[in-house]
Structures are given as structure tokens and as C-alpha cells.
């Protein structure tokens, strides 16, 4: 019902900046909240960020507060990634929930995009 495009991975330095776009299509009337997760090798998916879709109300994990930004502008939304660290090289996906408050739980979400790879270099 809602396709999402992702893009703005690659290779950077630690340090350095990304940013990444996720281009909502379809219904997307029906957003409630997109989010952002991640997941490196041999870990669990984990949430990052996440944004209101209509209020703007934004939501981030403790390991990225104060680094990354999460904004939107209409259908697009951005995450904003500075001050990175190897430590953050993993596949970041966003995904949309489309009726539900909970925004921290990946089961909560409906929609996923492919995934852009983000490696940080020591």
C-alpha cells in the first residue's frame, strides 16, 4: 500500500557525513509514523529514528542523539547523519507504520524499504 525508495548510503570516514532519503509512494495518506532502523552483521535490526508524520514529533535512540536529524519534506524523509562512527556501518532501512503509536519496534511497522548500505571507516 506504501512503497518506499531509499538512497544516500556509501563509504565515509570517521567523522564524516550522510545523508539519507526515503521516498514514500502509494497511500500515503495512511503514514502514521516513519522510522529509520539499522542492522549490522550478526546483530538484530534496532531502531534509530523515527518522525510524526503529521505533527512532526520526532524520536531517536540514545546511541544517535545528538548525531543524527530525522525531518520530512512532504513525501521524502531524510536522516541526516553526522559525526559518524565505525560503529554505525550497518544497512539502514526506513519503514512506515501506518496506524499505531508505537514507533521504537520493528513488528510495529508496515512497509520496509531495501536497505542502503552505510560503512564508516576507521
Known amino acids: 500500500q506504501v512503497q518506499l525508495v531509499e538512497s544516500g548510503g556509501g563509504l565515509v570516514q570517521a567523522g564524516g557525513s550522510l545523508r539519507l532519503s526515503c521516498a514514500a509512494s502509494g497511500r500515503t495518506f495512511r503514514i502514521y509514523t516513519m522510522g529509520w532502523f539499522r542492522q549490522a552483521p550478526g546483530k538484530e535490526r534496532e531502531f534509530v529514528a523515527a518522525i510524526r508524520w503529521n505533527g512532526g514529533d520526532t524520536y531517536y535512540a540514545d546511541s544517535v542523539k545528538g548525531r543524527f536529524t530525522i525531518s520530512r519534506d512532504k513525501i521524502t524523509v531524510y536522516l541526516q547523519m553526522n559525526s559518524l562512527k565505525p560503529e554505525d556501518t550497518a544497512v539502514y532501512y526506513c519503514?512506515?507504520?501506518?496506524?499505531?503509536?508505537?514507533?521504537?519496534?520493528?513488528?510495529?511497522?508496515?512497509?520496509w524499504g531495501q536497505g542502503t548500505q552505510v560503512t564508516v571507516s576507521s
Open positions: 519503514a512506515v507504520n501506518l496506524d499505531s503509536g508505537n514507533y521504537y519496534y520493528a513488528s510495529a511497522y508496515d512497509s
